[in-house]
């Protein structure tokens, strides 16, 4: 019990927060959030992306869409004292997922293709920073072929070129570690066994480097979930 209480306080203060906005008091909101800082080592761009992903999560069990989500990033900044200078790749990480990842993880391929087109100004490296941060965060599941459908999109669409196609191994290695942290067992070994599998040319070797560099530091901060 003592091993699961910053976990449950955690995401009680999480969903107390979602709770107090649905109710109209944003001022409580931020103050809810603020005890989030207790019981994670997130750094506040991260803690930012998952107080997202969560409040994502119980917008859907409540029957709402996720873009109410979208209207509260103010107040995700005001509570993680996110810089002026700092937000706007913040912002336009947690934009990008809830206006373009979302649709491929509900699986409206045309219009995740749709909303992809409209982030063309990304540049590529960023793009793919970009889609890797939204795959961890992602209180969804992820499968396999949601992967490979915004890959292929992200190809046809130019928004990828031939020096990045061996990062396609990268985004199956954070499905995997989505699926090991939510205790989803075949699924992570399917998301294992794609990563391998893209991964035969050299060149995508340091894609296991960066992946492991980025999943640490966001699933190591993040309170773990008890049985």
Known sequence: IVKREPWVKHYTYLWAAWYLYQAGHRDAVVEFLHHTFQHTRHEADVLVAHWAGQFVRHSARAGAGH??????????????????????????ALTWWLGVWWYYQDERYEQAARQLGTFADLDRPRLIETAQRCLLISPLSISARQINRFWSDALSQGLIGAAQRHDRTMFHLSGFAHHVWARRWWSACVALGWSVGTSWHPRSWPAWLRFTRTALVYYLGQPRRGK
């Open 67 to 92: 873009e109410e989500t979208i209207s509260m990033l103010p107040l995700f900044k005001q509570a993680a004292g996110v810089s002026d200078e700092h937000w706007p790749d913040v912002e336009q």
